[in-house]
């Protein structure tokens, strides 16, 4: 290719001698404009947009090096090289270092010139070439983005069928495919045809592309709701995980469910003109409990056969109920020993909830059979701990004392309250991750988290507690690690994080709401504490 150049010296004599003396055409190279003064210059420049500029350092108007400097600012890939007198050696040097590529000191040396240009055009090539490389890799990583992106919702589909059946990686795979949420429940669709059939086609393929339009009718049903689905088809059935961002009362879970399946059923019958009958689980908060969650859909489901006049049909404390803890419940407590020794304590947590709702169900009422059950949920922690340390003594009470304990309890709450305790305090023994805070400490956090959005200092929560500010600084760096400040600021990101996730909170206000006036410090605060803006962390939310 052709590089255009631009000539710019108030010396006439010596702007023809650059022009006449350089071989051009060897450089493949043209002089498309010349200049005696700098802003005769300047116009040039803006108007031919030169690949390189050869002008003198010292001109009337605008100098060498102001026209450097446009030189560098609107077309940073173009080379600037200086003529300066001998006496201006000093101040070409400095020129260098502001962008310019090279000089040349006068009187001039045609052939070193002509060197010079040619590195600065072998320069421009290779910064060209680097920048046409940069603009293929982005449209490449653009392409692969939206590859990613059209097969996230089949991958997050065979997902959910692989951890059903068990033969998913949990922890890796949920996190590669992105899945936010805070509750779920698990919807089976059977599609009824016009002569009262169940689950019979005229064919197979009809059957799956008249799935695949259902399905593509809950995604936008969802869309315009707050929360959305991902499908999977199991023993011929359609399957929806419907999924939840933020936790609600368990009267708002039941009255989205059933306008979503009530449109639904309307959509079917109107689009398809078939008839469906949805099974809907219970509230779960673990994706490890799909295959539970799916199981308790299942039996509603099997249920209809006896309801057939109702169309959605939801969890009911009725006997059917009750033998479906008799028949698991010897499961359900190999999978906990099971859970003790492989899962997080977090996930332990998430499926004792469920576990429990199966003993209630499986006693009966009778006090004993839950007190029973319930000892041998506390020996099976005990001899885990026992297992992992080697330690019969290290819990801090005997196995006697234990168990009075259990018999002591006076209801499934207070039984809730005594093993989610004792599990996490074995789990963070054996994980190392024991905190153990004074009671002032303990109070100290309590109220900073009950005033997040309020305007709290040391000095003021010192005197809240009749503390001096010194000592309680200092009790908080002994106990917590951190400094009164980064505790304040750490408990408000954790809040403002969780409000983030949800579509109705807007960036800034979410700012004010956890005490930040100032969004501009909200920003900072962030960005320190999690390595991205607020804006980008709830952005990624909408995203997956």
Not at 115 to 128: F, L, N, Y
Not at 325 to 339: A, H, P, T, V, Y
Not at 340 to 360: C, P
Not at 455 to 472: D, K, V
Request: charged share 25%; glycine share 6%.
């Amino acid at each position: 290719m052709t590089y255009k150049v631009v000539v710019i010296d108030d010396k006439p004599l010596i702007r023809q001698a650059i022009v006449q003396m350089i071989a051009w055409d060897k450089l493949n190279c043209t002089v498309v404009g010349q200049a005696e003064d700098g802003i005769e210059g300047k116009r040039l420049i803006q108007e031919l947009q030169p690949d390189i500029l050869v002008t003198d350092i010292k001109m009337p108007g605008l100098s060498g090096l102001d026209l450097a400097e446009e030189m560098s600012t609107d077309f940073p890939l173009a080379k600037t090289i200086l003529i300066t007198g001998y006496q201006d050696f000093e101040y070409a040097k400095r020129a260098v270092r502001l962008g310019v590529f090279d000089f040349i000191v006068k009187p001039i040396n045609y052939e070193e010139l002509s060197q010079v240009i040619g590195s600065a055009i072998s320069e421009i090539d290779v910064k060209r070439k680097e920048n046409e490389n940069t603009v293929k890799i982005a449209s490449a990583y653009v392409e692969l983005e939206k590859q990613h992106s059209d097969s996230m919702p089949s991958l997050r589909s065979k997902l959910i069928g692989d951890l059903i059946t068990g033969t998913a990686d949990m922890q890796e795979q949920v996190k590669k495919l992105e899945i936010p949420y805070s509750r779920y429940v698990v919807q089976i669709v059977r599609i009824t045809d016009e002569t009262g059939q169940t689950g019979v086609a005229s064919a197979i393929k009809l059957k799956q592309q008249m799935q695949l339009r259902l399905t593509e009718q809950a995604h936008k049903l969802t869309a315009k709701r707050d929360f959305y689905v991902i499908e999977s088809l199991r023993n011929s059935d359609l399957l929806f995980v419907c999924l939840f961002p933020k936790v609600m009362s368990h009267r708002e879970y039941r009255m989205k469910l059933q306008n979503f399946c009530n449109e639904f059923i309307d959509v079917a019958k109107m689009k398809e003109q078939v008839s469906c009958h949805l099974a809907v689980s219970s509230v779960y908060k673990s994706l490890h409990e799909l295959p539970n969650a799916f199981r308790e859909a299942s039996s509603i489901m099997d249920w209809s056969f006896f309801r057939m006049e109702e169309s959605v049909l939801f969890p009911e404390h009725s006997e059917q109920e009750k033998e479906l803890g008799k028949f698991s419940i010897i499961q359900d407590l190999e999978q906990f020993n099971q859970m003790l020794e492989d899962k997080s304590s977090e996930d332990v947590m998430a499926y004792l909830e469920r576990f429990l709702k199966q003993i209630t169900a499986y006693s009966e009422g009778n006090i004993l059979v839950v007190k029973g059950l319930l000892s041998e949920v506390c020996l099976a922690v005990a001899r885990y701990y026992f297992r992992v340390t080697g330690d019969e003594f290290g819990l801090g009470k005997s196995v006697d004392q234990i168990l009075e304990d259990v018999y002591r309890l006076t209801s499934m709450k207070e039984a809730s309250t005594y093993l989610t305790t004792f599990i996490g305090t074995v789990k963070k023994k054996l994980e190392g991750g024991e905190k153990v805070y004074s009671l002032v400490v303990k109070k100290v956090i309590d109220y900073i988290n009950s005033h997040i959005g309020d305007p709290i200092n040391l000095t003021s929560t010192a005197e809240h507690f009749g503390l001096s500010s010194s000592y309680l600084s200092r009790l908080l760096r002994t106990e917590t690690g951190i400094n009164f400040v980064d505790l304040v600021s750490k408990s408000r990101i954790e809040t403002a994080k969780r409000l983030l996730m949800d579509p109705k909170n807007k960036v800034n206000e979410v700012g004010e709401m956890v005490g930040y006036k100032e969004y501009a410090y909200f920003y900072q605060v962030f960005k320190r504490l999690e390595g991205q803006s607020p804006k980008e962390y709830k952005n990624r939310g909408k995203e997956i």
